[in-house]
């Protein structure tokens, strides 16, 4: 930790992106801290999924530079958990960290066993993943983003669809996950849990950052009694537009799920991105 708090992990900056003549993202910069929550939440198609996986090193900016700074000792630098994980039925949820634990260097059983407690599927570990539930599927996407100890950890609506009950569990092992030291990005229209777990958030709203700042800070500077109704005096939510900003569906902006999820945690280690400046400071 320097003198002035903890040192930034992940620094973004100037982000541009652009898919033929529709700008998705426009001059979008970011720094997450360790051991820090950064929420990015917006309207639906503002560019949060297009953000992510560019902070994560699976989709090239078309302008902008996304830098790492590793302190930690795990097997790779970025998990990332997208929207809609995909696994194969017939395994184990054990079986399914194994086959991730393969790609890394250094993690093996052990760490497979200690990752599913760490995000409570330690009773489950067994059980096929068809037979999980929703919320259960989405802790094992989250196991598969955390295996090897990951610098920074970047989540992609990991609470959507499930019961209140679930989310607030996915968002206290979220915490827990920052207390040991992670920088953890995670986009989320879970404004609540946003509210509770989140040390700083950032308002997406037409590819730009509207607002950012803590929780009591967006509601203070908006006269607002919780965030999300901060949130609603932030973004343009007039009546009867439509909250798609960018002029694209964010399920446009990514490879169908299954495929998402194997190449983001086979490639979560990536620091290195075609086309774009993508750093990693030692």
Do not use: C
Not at 49 to 54: A, I, K, S
Not at 108 to 136: F, I
Not at 157 to 171: I, K, N
Request: hydrophobic share 35%; proline share 4%.
């Amino acid at each position: 930790m320097s003198e002035n708090g903890p040192e930034t992990v992940l620094r973004a900056r100037a982000i541009d992106q652009s898919f033929g003549d529709v700008d998705v993202l426009s001059g979008v910069s970011l720094s997450v801290p360790r051991g820090t929550v950064a929420a990015v939440v917006g309207p639906n198609g503002s560019g949060k999924t297009t953000l992510l996986r560019v902070l994560a090193g699976i989709a090239a900016p078309t302008g902008g530079t996304v830098s790492l700074q590793r302190g930690g000792t795990g097997a790779r630098r970025v998990g990332y958990l997208p929207q809609r994980p995909a696994f194969r039925a017939g395994f184990s949820a054990r079986d399914t960290l194994e086959f991730y634990a393969q790609l890394l260097d250094g993690v093996d059983g052990r760490d497979v066993d200690a990752t599913l407690e760490r995000v409570g599927l330690g009773e489950v570990r067994d059980r096929s993943v068809g037979s999980l539930s929703g919320g259960m599927t989405r802790l094992l996407g989250l196991g598969a983003a955390v295996l090897g100890d990951p610098d920074v950890l970047i989540l992609d609506e990991p609470g959507s669809g499930l019961d209140p009950s679930m989310v607030e569990r996915l968002f206290r092992v979220v915490g827990d996950l920052a207390e040991d030291g992670t920088a953890v990005v995670i986009a989320s229209h879970e404004l609540p849990a946003v509210e509770a777990h989140a040390d700083a958030v950032h308002v997406l709203d037409g590819g730009r950052f509207v607002a950012s700042g803590s929780p009591g800070e967006l509601r203070s500077g908006t006269d607002a009694t919780s965030l999300s109704e901060a949130f609603l005096r932030l973004v343009r939510t007039d009546a009867g537009e439509t909250t798609v900003r960018a002029g694209l569906d964010e399920t446009t902006e990514k490879t169908s799920a299954g495929e998402t999820t194997e190449r983001a945690n086979a490639d979560g280690n990536r620091s290195d991105v075609d086309g774009s400046e993508v750093t990693t400071d030692e």
